[in-house]
Structures are given as C-alpha cells and as structure tokens.
C-alpha cells in the first residue's frame, strides 16, 4: 500500500464508513442470531405459536430443531406426541412457515434427532450429560420435556447455565 492508500485509510470518514458498516452487518445479523439460537427471546416468537403451543407446552425456541422436524411435527398434530393438537389449516400454515424460516441450521441441529424429539438430539443429550437420571424422575421435573423445571426463564428463552436450579 503506498502512503497516499495508508493516509486516505486512516481518515475519518473512512472510519466512520467502516465503523456504520459492522454496525448495519450487527443489526442485520441479529434476528438470524435468534433464529438459529436455542435462546430466541420470547418477545421474538411468533405469537399464534405462543398462543397455540404454549398453551399445552412451553414455547420451545425453533432454533432447536432443524426445519425437516418442524415440518414433521406440523403435518402430523393429529398424534402430536400422544395428543390431537390440530389447529385450522390456516394456522397450521402460518406456524409452520414461521418454524421452518427460524429452524436451527447450525450444525448440532443440522440433523433430526430421533422422533424429532428436542430430548432426543445430540446437542441436549450433550448438555444434560452430568443430570442423574433420578433428577428426571422428580415429581418437580417431571420429564426431559420440561425445561422450566430447571431453567427457569426458558420460556423467555433465557437457557443460561448460571441460572439453572434443579428442583429436589
């Protein structure tokens, strides 16, 4: 780079482009953070699915799952785990798009675990690894299903580790 190049890149202007730059790639970059987080906040999720899912359930963020899950499970709400969940086409449709276009991609969720079960998948088997299985049995625990058993602002997307407290 001669010194006209090295002088023109330390002006400021050229700083302030730059610093607008990795501000504008920040923002455009956060709503797809939360869509391949396991801790979208519970204020970005849509709210039929709230409404819908939440009502039996927590929430669960969809980063947790890879789209193909998520399309499996919204097809097939007759004999969602157990339970009839079926919604009206229309709802269906509209949870089922919002899901898939905020699924995991990232690589611990590239791969559906087995029934598309969230306690099924490599990454929270991983994460869960040291819990006793008797800690499952609880009656305050209840299931692996239950995270806010444990993480008790899950259902405002909040899995930090330092906040875990599992019941007794």
Same mark, same amino acid.
């Given at each position: 780079?001669?010194?006209?190049?090295? /002088?023109? =890149?330390?002006?400021?202007?050229?700083?302030?482009?730059?610093? %607008?730059?990795? *501000?504008? $790639?920040? +923002?455009?970059?956060?709503?797809?953070?939360?869509?391949?987080?396991?801790?979208?906040?519970?204020?970005?999720?849509?709210?039929?699915?709230?409404?819908?899912?939440?009502?039996?359930?927590?929430?669960?963020?969809?980063?947790?799952?890879?789209?193909?899950?998520?399309s499996r499970m919204m097809?097939?709400?007759?004999?969602?785990?157990? /339970?009839? =969940?079926?919604?009206?086409?229309?709802?269906?449709?509209?949870? %089922?798009?919002? *899901?898939? $276009?905020? +699924?995991?991609?990232?690589?611990?969720?590239?791969?559906?675990?087995?029934?598309?079960?969230?306690?099924?998948?490599?990454?929270?088997?991983?994460?869960?690894?040291?819990?006793?299985?008797?800690?499952?049995?609880?009656?305050?625990?209840?299931?692996?299903?239950?995270?806010?058993?444990?993480?008790?602002?899950?259902?405002?997307?909040?899995?930090?580790?330092?906040?875990?407290?599992?019941?007794?």
């Open positions: 780079m001669n010194r006209t190049a090295t /002088t023109l =890149a330390h002006t400021p202007f050229v700083r302030t482009v730059r610093r %607008s730059s990795a *501000l504008l $790639a920040l +923002a455009c970059a956060l709503p797809a953070a939360w869509a391949d987080s396991r801790a979208m906040p519970a204020r970005a999720m849509l709210p039929a699915y709230q409404q819908e899912c939440a009502a039996c359930h927590m929430a669960y963020p969809p980063g947790m799952l890879p789209a193909s899950s998520w097809k097939g709400l007759d004999q969602h785990y157990g /339970t009839d =969940a079926s919604l009206d086409p229309a709802m269906v449709r509209q949870i %089922s798009t919002w *899901l898939e $276009a905020h +699924a995991g991609t990232y690589q611990r969720v590239r791969e559906a675990p087995p029934q598309d079960r969230i306690t099924q998948s490599a990454w929270f088997e991983r994460k869960h690894r040291a819990v006793e299985p008797a800690v499952w049995k609880r009656t305050a625990v209840g299931s692996r299903a239950n995270c806010m058993a444990c993480h008790t602002r899950a259902d405002q997307g909040d899995f930090d580790d330092d906040r875990v407290r599992i019941p007794k």
